[in-house]
């Protein structure tokens, strides 16, 4: 099974820019699929985007469609998120997670999770 670490998170303004990194071990990272999630203080885990396996499709929440963007570069085993016009809502801890099906969300089976890293947007 795949480790993954997450980076790139931090501090920005209202209508800034992040790019999150997700970087896992591992050979055949392209055959998992890829996941990124959010956890606001007091509210649960809920899906952010997801990314298919090797040139996979991807997929996003409502929240994030035309602001957010899922990208991987297998070459160097690593999935991003690109969050651009964010809002304060946008607030969390940001964990990116794998799985071999076809797509990932919170209750897939074995799937693999990183540690998180946090994003904070303010007024």
């Known amino acids: 099974q795949v480790q993954l670490v997450e980076s790139g998170g931090g501090l920005v303004q209202a209508g800034d820019s992040l790019r999150l990194s997700c970087a896992a071990s591992g050979r055949t990272f392209s055959a998992y699929a890829v996941g990124w999630f959010r956890q606001a203080p007091g509210k649960e885990r809920e899906f952010v985007a997801t990314?298919?396996?090797?040139?996979?499709?991807?997929y996003y929440a409502d929240s994030g469609k035309g602001r957010f963007t899922i990208f991987r570069d297998n070459a160097k085993n690593t999935v991003y998120l690109q969050m651009n016009s964010l809002k304060p809502e946008d607030t969390g801890v940001y964990y990116c997670?794998?799985?071999?099906?076809?797509?990932?969300?919170?209750?897939?089976?074995?799937?693999?999770w990183g540690q998180g890293t946090q994003g904070t947007v303010s007024t």
């Open positions: 997670a794998a799985a071999t099906s076809s797509l990932v969300s919170t209750t897939t089976p074995d799937s693999a």
């Open positions: 990314i298919g396996r090797g040139t996979g499709s991807p």
